[in-house]
């Protein structure tokens, strides 16, 4: 994380307006662009990326709130440049001293800033790739004859103390599989389900999934490691729905 703060902090001078990539299901653990001291005082856009596997209602409270606050929001499927025009529009209609105005691409890992750099230029720059990490360093990208982007690494607070905020990372695929217990944040899934969304609660019990996928082992005992992987991997696909693990009403 230091490589990447420290990567923008050297080009700070050069950026005229600032994008924030969000998840859109933990909007509020996903907001990073503080971290990024030296762009506190440039314009800066939010987008809730991965609308499509986010709560709808949840994601127009969090556009709400966000612009009531005063900060341009928007919502989108990355991977889909139609899905970001009223963006680029917005983007490109930005002043700048220079003869471009350049844009810094920001937010936590795996929030899919790649893919939406690829969207917003219409063409396949970015490396974009659904785990956490990829992008090691920063590089301008034009976006077209007006504008260029930088794509930067992802960044997260260094040490993440609150536990409910850590398994909805791991879940959501922000945090490396080296960096949690698989079957923890399975378990942690299922225990939320329980409480917010009941109707879907049955679908995310460790031993019934194993059951369900065949995934036993020797003795007919439920392979729960492997069936966690495989939960998490669905439901980072949307095969378990659409949710929101944040409320913009809650502190």
Known sequence: MATGLRAVLESADLIDV?????????????????????????PTFVLLNREDLADP???????????????AAFSAVGTRAASLRSLRTA????????????IAVVGAPNTGKSSV???LIRRKSAAAHDK???TK??????????????????????????????????????????????????AQFAAWLAAHRPEYSGAA????????????????????LNA???????????????FTFEDPKAI
Not at 208 to 218: C, K, N, V, Y
Not at 228 to 242: C, D, P, S, Y
Request: hydrophobic letters at 40%.
């Open 18 to 42: 600032v994008l924030e990539v969000r998840d859109a299901r933990i909007p509020r653990s996903t907001s990073v662009a503080k971290l990024h001291r030296r762009l506190k005082n440039k």
């Open 57 to 71: 209602s949840l994601t127009r409270a969090w556009l709400a709130t966000l612009q009531k606050a005063g900060t």
């Open 91 to 102: 983007l490109l209609a930005c002043k700048s001293k220079r003869s471009r105005i350049r």
């Open 117 to 119: 750099i690829n969207a």
């Open 132 to 134: 956490p990490g990829v």
């Open 137 to 186: 360093q920063v590089r301008w990208i034009p976006l077209d004859s007006r504008a260029e982007v930088l794509d930067t690494p992802g960044v997260l607070e260094p040490k993440i103390t609150n536990a409910q905020v850590a398994w909805q990372l791991a879940l959501c695929g922000i945090l490396p599989e080296s960096a949690f217990d698989l079957e923890h944040v399975a």
């Open 205 to 224: 019990d460790l031993e019934t999934f194993a059951r369900r996928h065949g995934m036993l082992q020797s003795g007919g005992e439920p392979d729960r």
């Open 228 to 242: 966690a992987r495989v939960l998490i991997k669905e439901f980072r696909a949307g095969k378990f729905g659409r």
